[in-house]
Each structure stands twice: as structure tokens, then as C-alpha cells.
């Protein structure tokens, strides 16, 4: 079935670009998400990319999309304290009734 | 802004005891979902709801559980007997169309104990 990874666990310093990977392997995913969950909080839609896009740049947020290798990247440029939080990829397509598989989060921890 | 809310948002229950978690999406979207995240594990699809009826279901959503749109507000996740399996964060999700972004309520805590 459908599937998606990420690595667990990313740390950075406050300032620096963090980057934070994913990969998938539904070759018919139609639109692929970047979620944010704070500590405690739900999931916050950050930014989504569609499939027929190779980037997509919103703020500090840039996303990238390799669909022949089917790999999703984000980048925080500047990052603060405030991104610390587990961020999700999560794709979806046309075929799947709207449903969302999800990556199972990496935790990004920010340091002063 | 307009948001997906949730309760409550946290519920303890004894095994074996019926729970109704509530939803009320976002208004003028039609798409419906339910999903969970166990404890240190991935968040997983259980539901989509449309038009009334269910679109699409996971293997999780077995004969246990049961959605319905009571009215033009309120959409619920009912847990007939619930297993300590059962404990997790639900998630409640909507969406304008089948195609654009879902945006998802705080979550409520179910502990089945």
C-alpha cells in the first residue's frame, strides 16, 4: 500500500536553515502537505505543493518536489525557536477520496 | 479565521463504554474525515464522509465505530465498545472539496482505561 517516511528527529541552531525530508511512494499522489503539530496542539496545514510542481516558496517556507525520485523536501529559512515541533508530510490523491496518508513526523528542536 | 473545533478535548472511559466524540467543521466545507494518532505512531485515515454517507474507510474502521451528521453542524465519531486499544488522539478533519487542503480540529484525547 501507499506509503510515507521521514526521518524522526532533526536539530538545528536558531538562524541556521533547517531541511526537513520526506519520501512516498504512491506514484498517483496528486497534492503532497507539510503539517505542523506544536506540542499538545493539532495539525496545522503549513503549505501544500501539487504534483505538477517542482517548487513552491511561501515566506521562510520553500518546498521542493522530485516526483521521479518521489521525494518531498521542506525549508525553513531563519529558524526560530517557535518552529520547534513535529512536522508532518502527508500526501493525497485523486483516487483515495480525499484521505491523507501520513508520514510519522520529525520532531525539529531549535537551539538558542 | 474560520476552524475545525473539537470536543471534548479530553475524554477517560472504561473499557467496554460507548463514547461520541463531536466535531463541527468548518462551515461552508462538505468534506468530512476522521483520523487517529496512537501514541508515538503515525496519524491513520479511519473516515471520509460526504454527502451523508461514507466515502471511504479504513481497515481500523471496523463494525466498533460509526459517523452521522446529526445536523447542519455536528459531526460525530462513535466508538461502540471501546478497547484499550481504542486510547489515541482523534483527529477531525474537512475540507472544501475532495481535492483541496483539509484542515483539522485540536484533536480529543481518548483514554480507555
Redesign the interface.
Known amino acids: 500500500g501507499e506509503d510515507v517516511e521521514q526521518s524522526l528527529f532533526l536539530s538545528v541552531r536558531e538562524g541556521d536553515s533547517s531541511v526537513i525530508n520526506c519520501t512516498y511512494t504512491d506514484s498517483s499522489s496528486?497534492?503532497l502537505?507539510w503539517?505542523k503539530q506544536e506540542p499538545g496542539?493539532?495539525?496545522?496545514?503549513l503549505t501544500?505543493i501539487f504534483s505538477n510542481m517542482d517548487m513552491k516558496q511561501d515566506q521562510r517556507l520553500t518546498v521542493l518536489l522530485n516526483k521521479k525520485d518521489k521525494h518531498l523536501s521542506l525549508r525553513i529559512a531563519d529558524t526560530q525557536t517557535g518552529d520547534s515541533a513535529i512536522y508532518?508530510c502527508?500526501e493525497?490523491s485523486?483516487n483515495?477520496?480525499?484521505?491523507?496518508?501520513?508520514?510519522?513526523?520529525t520532531e525539529l528542536s531549535v537551539k538558542p | 479565521e474560520p476552524e475545525v473545533t473539537q470536543t471534548p478535548s479530553h475524554q477517560v472511559t472504561q473499557m467496554g463504554q460507548e463514547v461520541i466524540l463531536r466535531c463541527v467543521p468548518i462551515s461552508n466545507h462538505l468534506y468530512f474525515y476522521w483520523y487517529r494518532q496512537i501514541l508515538g505512531q503515525k496519524v491513520e485515515f479511519l473516515v471520509s464522509f460526504y454527502n451523508n454517507e461514507i466515502s471511504e474507510k479504513s481497515e481500523i474502521f471496523d463494525d466498533q465505530f460509526s459517523v452521522e451528521r446529526p445536523d447542519g453542524s455536528n459531526f460525530t465519531l462513535k466508538i461502540r465498545s471501546t478497547k484499550l486499544e481504542d486510547s489515541a488522539m482523534y483527529f477531525c478533519a474537512s475540507s472544501e472539496a475532495l481535492e483541496t487542503e483539509a484542515f483539522f480540529g485540536q484533536g480529543t484525547r481518548l483514554t480507555v482505561v
Open positions: 496528486t497534492y502537505y503539517y496542539a493539532g495539525l496545522q496545514l501544500y508532518f502527508a493525497s485523486l483515495q477520496g480525499g484521505k491523507l496518508i501520513f508520514g510519522q513526523g
